[in-house]
């Protein structure tokens, strides 16, 4: 058993980041290791304030050293691959030279326009790298930095959601019907491409995520002139398993997107999906996937008025043989031989 350090801006918490990063953790735990947290942010074992994204202190380099100094190795959640603290990260750094070590990299600076001058991530000692998607690691391999993709993973066999009870608890009679864009509220989300899809179809446009990076006016612009119905946020007591019962279908108009975990999440439910053809997309749906351009509008009606479409059951299939969560621990297994850590040491 080894004592593996998951390190990032901040951890435990709702964002992708800590959601992914806790999925790695299970599966770790199930090869038998040991989890400790790392974070600037967030119910953590390690709390280091100067690694927080918006922190004004320096992280304390000594109380990283005494940390990392107590495991066996460390992966490192999109720290370097984001350089929104340099300090954080240049500290990360020092502290890991020469140590063995996991990037995990689920965004780079220059695929962000307003960060696209900032460094990407380097390379310092026994190091590995891990992409989730094609795209990052052949532009890491660009930059000179070998990486291997492992794709974020879904329980592909999610419980039943109460559609009727979600429904309720969002005010929507029986005959409405309902999309989703399970989102955050930021420009490269697009929630106008998802409302416009509503006003279009007739259905009302329920946005899960909250505004940020200063969206909050843009949002309540568009959400107030809305030609339709709108819902926002889970109801108290809901889950994402009820979220995706209770819609009609799912809509990602992201023009950018790491992965998109939702374009998973909506097969797993057997939601049709419409989605913007984001450049990862093309990725996992080069697996056989069945999805809906924005502009399909037939095609997205048929979809909504037979939920039991043949093609929710294909789509399932290939999502279970390519990301199910139970593929993780063997994958994670192989990453840690790379840095010569075993399940049964």
């Known amino acids: 058993m080894a004592r593996i350090a998951f390190v990032s801006f901040r951890l435990g918490l709702t964002d992708g980041v800590s959601i992914e990063a806790e999925k790695w953790a299970t599966a770790l735990r199930s090869l038998g290791h040991e989890i400790v947290t790392v974070a600037g942010e967030g119910p953590v074992d390690h709390l280091v304030p100067g690694l927080a994204i918006d922190s004004e202190v320096d992280p304390d380099l000594d109380q990283l050293i005494r940390i990392f100094d107590s495991v066996d190795t460390v992966i490192v959640e999109n720290l370097a691959s984001l350089p929104l603290n340099l300090d954080a990260r240049d500290a990360v750094y020092v502290a890991l030279r020469n140590r063995p070590a996991i990037f995990r990299h689920h965004d780079l600076a220059w695929q962000r326009t307003h960060l696209a001058h900032l460094d990407g991530p380097a390379h310092h000692g026994p190091w590995v790298h891990i992409t989730i998607n094609d795209r990052s690691r052949i532009e890491l391999a660009q930059r000179g930095i070998h990486a291997i993709t492992i794709p974020n993973h879904f329980d592909c066999y999610p419980a039943d959601g109460r559609r009727d009870t979600l429904r309720n608890a969002i005010r929507v009679s029986r005959g409405s019907?309902?999309?989703?864009?399970?989102?955050?509220?930021i420009p490269r989300k697009n929630v106008t491409g998802g409302l416009r899809l509503a006003e279009r179809l007739g259905a009302i446009y329920w946005l899960l995520g909250k505004a940020e990076d200063g969206f909050g006016n843009d949002l309540e612009r568009l959400l107030t002139h809305a030609m339709t119905g709108v819902r926002r946020g889970l109801p108290q007591g809901a889950t994402m398993d009820d979220a995706y019962a209770g819609c009609d279908?799912?809509?990602?108009?992201?023009?950018?997107?790491?992965?998109?975990?939702?374009?998973?999440?909506?097969?797993?439910?057997?939601?049709?999906?419409?989605?913007?053809?984001?450049?990862?997309?093309?990725?996992?749906?080069?697996?056989?996937?069945?999805?809906?351009?924005?502009?399909?509008?037939?095609?997205?009606?048929?979809?909504m008025a037979d939920p039991f479409s043949e093609f929710h059951e294909k789509n399932l299939a290939i999502a279970r043989a390519n990301y199910d969560l139970s593929l993780l621990p063997g994958r994670l297994r192989e990453i840690l031989e790379l840095v010569n850590i075993s399940s049964d040491r």
């Open 177 to 185: 019907r309902v999309i989703l864009q399970p989102t955050r509220a």
């Open 249 to 303: 279908l799912v809509v990602m108009p992201s023009t950018w997107e790491g992965f998109g975990n939702p374009v998973i999440e909506a097969v797993a439910h057997r939601k049709p999906l419409a989605r913007y053809r984001y450049p990862v997309i093309e990725e996992i749906e080069a697996h056989g996937f069945h999805f809906f351009d924005l502009d399909d509008y037939d095609g997205i009606e048929a979809a």
